[in-house]
T-cell receptor, first 111, second 113 residues
Framework: DAKTTQPPSMDCAEGRAANLPCNHS???????VYWYRQIHSQGPQYIIH???NNETNEMASLIITEDRKSSTLILPHATLRDTAVYYC????????????FGQGTRLTINP | ETGVTQSPTHLIKTRGQQVTLRCSSQSGHNTVSWYQQALGQGPQFIFQ???????GRGNFPPRFSGLQFPNYSSELNVNALELDDSALYLCASSFSAFLYGYTFGSGTRLTVV
């Protein structure tokens, strides 16, 4: 019951910005957008999250549209180590804070 | 901080057997969740423990059970193993998942033959 839609795969050149889109057209007012990534053979890694304002941290930026129906994760200067599956997740802040993962986007950074 | 550690890293079991997987939470984390990830799929939520009590469960049968100990480490037990239980089992811990997200371990790869 994932509530997000992501492209199955994307490619990006090393050193360029990687922009990963996510559609969450049914998002509710109290649901946050979270991004995780999973590098091969490792557990998912938290990247960033936001409600309605754009967010930035040391790893990435998150741009959420004004209607909150879609968002974009931006890796400003992609490196080969950013090759991974990226998951966009929406969820409320409540007791059992389970994460509902979809299929994600397989991002490949090319040299 | 040492992160989340899981053991064993790989395991092969026979159908019908029982298995116990272990997880040591990141220091200071009082919440632990378990996920099952089949090959090529995203992780699926099994259950979550907060201060030794189960406080959320996904769509998994009762033969999947767990424990959280006073030091916040955790176990996942699976009885009567089936071939479809073959998967990567991930443990995730958090202190405030809302603010800081979850920290995942690298998982235990379980193969049921």
């Amino acid at each position: 019951d994932a509530k997000t839609t992501q492209p199955p795969s994307m490619d990006c050149a090393e050193g360029r910005a990687a922009n990963l889109p996510c559609n969450h057209s049914t998002i509710s007012g109290n649901e946050y957008v979270y991004w995780y990534r999973q590098i091969h053979s490792q557990g998912p890694q938290y990247i960033i999250h936001g409600l309605k304002n754009n967010e930035t941290n040391e790893m990435a930026s998150l741009i959420i549209t004004e209607d909150r129906k879609s968002s974009t994760l931006i890796l400003p200067h992609a490196t080969l180590r950013d090759t991974a599956v990226y998951y966009c997740i929406v969820r409320v802040y409540q007791g059992a804070q389970k994460l509902v993962f979809g299929q994600g986007t397989r991002l490949t950074i090319n040299p | 901080e040492t992160g989340v550690t899981q053991s064993p890293t790989h395991l092969i079991k026979t159908r019908g057997q029982q298995v116990t997987l272990r997880c040591s939470s990141q220091s200071g984390h009082n919440t632990v969740s378990w996920y099952q990830q089949a090959l090529g799929q995203g992780p699926q939520f099994i259950f979550q423990y907060y201060r030794e009590e189960e406080n959320g469960r996904g769509n998994f049968p009762p033969r999947f059970s767990g424990l959280q100990f006073p030091n916040y480490s955790s176990e996942l037990n699976v009885n009567a193993l089936e071939l479809d239980d073959s998967a990567l089992y991930l443990c995730a811990s958090s202190f405030s998942a809302f603010l800081y997200g979850y920290t995942f371990g690298s998982g235990t790869r379980l193969t049921v033959v």
